[in-house]
């Protein structure tokens, strides 16, 4: 049996669960608070929102799961139309269970309940192909037994996170919109952080944090209000808050390499308490600015995409080379008429 809630002199009640990191026993309505709160605390300490420009308006990249649910509908609850919010869902095309077509309806229903304007955007029908015909691609490349950055084949993660990237922030930069608000979570920072580690890549590690603030031109400042949020916590507020979101996970992320260095970190948060947290915000206060300084000039000078126009640092964007090569992978892939 939970104890009584650690503000139980205002709400005279039993804790219903305990916050992961600290072990403080809260009732239902002093979690779903005390997480509000914390994200509050996230979007002032970093100024992620600016509240006093009128111009502000923030484009919500919407998924249909747990994280981009609960934060639209935490940004909603709290803020009570303050700022101008909009939402995008990215239709990436995977089949197997219904799941971008059901991941659609849930986005698409929670913006109807709160009264939030909804967009969508269909990546095969800019690029040609989907995220299913990219899976195709990768069975292709593993029976091949080719698996490596550089050689045919990243893995469908890791070609869905550029493609959402990539329409998100043209979305946003073709309508108007001054920040991409995304559901990334402590969790996912850490998992993020970490493998970069392991790959000793330095810019991608100098990019972490809860915003992306820039005035590059065709690069729409991206922030993270739940940056400081565990998976853990997020998953028990859309419980108790009653958040309408898909719990379906994608066929294609069971052998992500992502997820098992997730798997590994939250093992080792049971024995070594506030880990994930420690390092996030360590890492912030004391080597963000330090990578960052070891970015090669060459990668902070702006140009446009000779094929796309937006803004990168190589005449073509690293989305239309990739999006070129598996464009011609699946079309030898094809039958033959």
Do not use: W
């Amino acid at each position: 049996m939970l104890p009584r809630c650690k503000f139980y002199h205002d709400c005279k009640s039993n804790a219903v669960t305990v916050v992961p990191y600290s072990k403080m026993p809260v009732c239902k309505h002093h979690f779903l608070t005390y997480i509000q709160d914390r994200v509050q605390k996230t979007i002032k300490d970093h100024a992620l929102i600016d509240f006093e420009n009128p111009q502000e308006k923030i484009l919500v990249g919407l998924s249909g799961g747990k994280d981009s649910q609960t934060l639209l509908t935490i940004l909603d609850q709290v803020f009570q139309k303050k700022v101008q919010m909009e939402a995008l869902y990215v239709e990436v095309g995977i089949t197997p269970k219904n799941y971008s077509r059901d991941s659609g309806i849930v986005a698409r229903s929670l913006c109807e309940k709160l009264n939030i304007p909804f967009h969508t955007l269909t990546i095969k029908d800019d690029m040609g192909l989907d995220i299913d015909d990219i899976h195709q691609i990768g069975e292709r490349s593993r029976k091949r037994g080719r698996r490596s950055k550089k050689g045919r084949f990243r893995g469908e993660c890791s070609y869905c996170g550029l493609v959402k990237r990539y329409y998100i922030n043209k979305f946003a930069y073709e309508n108007g919109f001054t920040k991409v608000a995304t559901g990334h979570n402590l969790t996912d920072e850490a998992t993020q952080l970490v493998s970069n580690f392991f790959s000793v890549d330095m810019e991608m590690m100098s990019r972490a944090g809860p915003t992306t603030i820039t005035d590059v031109k065709g690069l729409v400042p991206r922030i993270k209000p739940l940056y400081y949020i565990y998976e853990q916590e997020l998953i028990m507020y859309s419980y108790y808050a009653k958040v309408e979101h898909l719990g379906t996970q994608c066929a294609y992320a069971v052998d992500s390499p992502m997820m098992n260095v997730k798997g590994s970190l939250i093992e080792i948060e049971k024995f070594r308490r506030g880990n994930m947290m420690n390092m996030v915000k360590k890492f912030q206060q004391k080597l963000k600015h330090i990578l960052f300084e070891t970015i090669p000039e060459v990668k902070k000078v702006e140009a446009e995409c000779t094929e796309c126009g937006m803004t990168t640092y190589l005449k073509i964007c690293s989305f239309c080379k990739t999006k070129h090569r598996l464009q011609d992978q699946f079309s030898k892939i094809q039958p033959r008429n």
